[in-house]
């Protein structure tokens, strides 16, 4: 290849890797409309700051050891140890969950740059570049001031010293870097090889299925984790060879290295982190770069023969068994059409039905823990799961609507605008078909067989009256056809709104669950509770026709600190 070209390659690979980061945080803000590095910055906050936290607590930790033996310190310190690697490597995982769809081009990239003069290669190595750089810079910020709160912390135990400062903060640096970098590598090669072997749907399901898990054990990881690693150490310093089958033990065993704690086990599987990060990496490169040409020629192909059979059937049986206006059952299909056809929105489900997930489980190992997960009786603990699938299903679909598929989707909508209750009586009607009633399906299918049919027919009917009244509640100033209109992600609720959103959960699933249970054995308790619902719902439905009068639909996203019409005088319109 002539010097020539390059420095052509080279020139066209920075310019386009730049736009490629550009991308994969577009992707993993589910958002093209809005500049998402002030939001990218609070979101690696909000991921970083658990273990923030968690390292300022260890200063108890270790003035508690202050005279302890030091096989305990060693213990607890290793089990610590493990437990910031395993974090950085979930961290990891999640954000190569979020920039799934963009680690390879799709069918737009290569319609604008196919016909360019740009090497297959040249394109696909700036997206790769680009999801390195991502993936150093989100590691960085997630390990990196943990590294140093917990560090000087472990350094101020007598048995280590002050002295081990720097020891410690770099192999602390070390091991959570390696490690995370090892799982995003690892992934990284996962997401090639089904984009190679399987086509860009299954790596769209593989990418879903990878979001759930990792929110899962996201949650998880501060209830459980810290207990089960700490045995984890216990069988390291004991010598158990098969504590090292753990890729995190590879990371904490290079840290101890540094650090110069390391016993003979850690000893040798010092290398392993080593070669396992240099194997991801080398393995990783070719599978992008190699087949290049042939993904981007298969992309088009795709592209242009896509079809949706089972889209076609969901949108056939919506239309079927709903008697809505036109007006509210065409935006009604075009809403479950848009939500069957589009991995973007299958990840934003795939987050939220995690975080479902999650709680459901801790509420689980509670009850067990505290002997009251009996199934042999009607129980409120029982009630509450099916209502956090709820909270989250429907909190999950609405920021679903807000994203769009593509923005150009939009003209009908444009040259007839439907009226803003006619978008919100299709929101509903689309969250009560898809969340509401599947999740009352299921949990009447389940306690039948537990609990008497009286009991299970009205804790169903209260619950499915809790969908209603919390649907009616999250559509409040509702301006938006779903799927149809820009959006521009807002740091503000990353930084106050999770508050809220976790108090409300708690409310609605765990509160209303102890109400439905005490309705379905008295009457009193059983008006009360449709008579408060009611109240709700017909209050939010008038308040919320009284502020549509004044509001109009929202087609274009707008920004945080935008400048915004006020719509004063009539000869603006």
Not at 70 to 81: M, P, Q, T, Y
Not at 129 to 156: C, D, K, R
Not at 459 to 486: D, H, N, R, Y
Request: a positive charge; hydrophobic letters at 55%; aromatic letters at 10%.
């Amino acid at each position: 290849m002539k010097p020539g070209s390059w420095k052509r390659d080279w020139l066209q690979f920075r310019l386009l890797s730049r736009d490629a980061v550009r991308q994969l945080l577009d992707t993993a803000l589910f958002s093209r409309d809005a500049d998402p590095i002030e939001f990218a910055i609070w979101m690696m906050a909000l991921v970083a700051t658990p273990t923030a936290f968690f390292a300022m607590q260890q200063f108890r930790t270790f003035a508690g050891l202050h005279n302890a033996p030091a096989d305990v310190v060693e213990e607890v310190a290793l089990g610590l140890r493990l437990f910031f690697i395993l974090y950085g490597m979930l961290a990891s995982a999640l954000l190569a969950a979020l920039t799934w769809d963009a680690l390879f081009p799709d069918g737009r990239d290569q319609e604008v740059v196919g016909v360019l003069p740009v090497r297959p290669r040249t394109f696909a190595a700036s997206r790769l570049g680009a999801a390195v750089t991502v993936g150093l810079v989100f590691s960085a910020a997630v390990n990196l001031p943990a590294a140093l709160i917990f560090s000087i912390f472990h350094a101020g135990h007598p048995l280590y010293g002050g002295g081990q400062i720097p020891g410690l903060v770099t192999g602390h640096v070390l091991a959570t870097m390696l490690g995370s970098m090892f799982v995003f590598f690892s992934l990284l090669a996962v997401r090639g090889l089904a984009a190679i072997m399987f086509g860009a749907r299954a790596g769209g399901w593989l990418g879903a299925a990878l979001q759930l898990i990792t929110v899962v054990l996201m949650f998880e990881v501060f209830f459980f984790l810290p207990g089960v690693l700490s045995t984890l150490g216990s069988r390291i310093l004991s010598g158990d060879v098969t504590a090292l089958w753990f890729p995190p033990v590879w990371f904490a065993a290079l840290h101890a290295w540094v650090a110069g704690s390391a016993n003979q086990l850690l000893e040798d599987a010092t290398l392993r982190g080593l070669i396992a990060v240099a194997a991801a990496t080398l393995v990783v490169v070719p599978i992008y770069l190699v087949p290049a040409g042939w993904l981007g020629r298969r992309a088009l192909e795709t592209r242009s023969r896509e079809r949706a059979a089972a889209t076609t059937f969901v949108v056939r049986t919506v239309g079927t068994v709903t008697s809505a206006a036109p007006a509210v059952r065409g935006i009604l299909l075009f809403a479950v059409t848009s939500l069957v056809r589009s991995r973007r929105h299958l990840l934003i489900l795939a987050s939220y039905c995690g975080v479902a997930v999650a709680i459901c489980i801790a509420s689980l190992l509670v009850n067990d823990i505290h002997s009251t997960a009996a199934l042999n009786g009607p129980a409120s603990w029982v009630l509450a799961l099916p209502m956090v699938f709820l909270f989250f299903g429907v909190m999950g679909l609405r920021a679903s609507f807000r994203v769009p598929t593509e923005v150009e989707a939009n003209w009908p909508f444009r040259l007839t605008q439907p009226t803003l209750a006619t978008c919100v009586n299709a929101s509903v009607l689309v969250m009560v078909a898809l969340v509401v009633f599947p999740i009352a399906v299921i949990t009447l299918g389940m306690l039948l067989p537990l609990w008497p049919l009286r009991t299970v027919v009205i804790s169903v009917l209260l619950q499915v009256v809790a969908g209603v009244m919390l649907i009616e509640c999250v559509l409040f100033g509702w301006t938006k056809v779903p799927f149809a209109c820009g959006h521009a992600p807002s740091s503000e609720t990353l930084k106050s709104w999770w508050v809220m959103y976790a108090m409300a959960m708690y409310v609605f699933a765990f509160r209303l669950s102890d109400w439905q249970l005490a309705a379905s054995t008295s009457t009193r308790a059983f008006g009360w509770y449709l008579g408060s619902a009611a109240v709700i719902i017909v209050v939010v439905r008038i308040l919320r026709d009284r502020k549509l009068r004044t509001q109009a639909l929202e087609f274009d996203a707008a920004p945080d600190h935008s400048m915004e019409r006020l719509n004063l005088s009539g000869a603006l319109n």
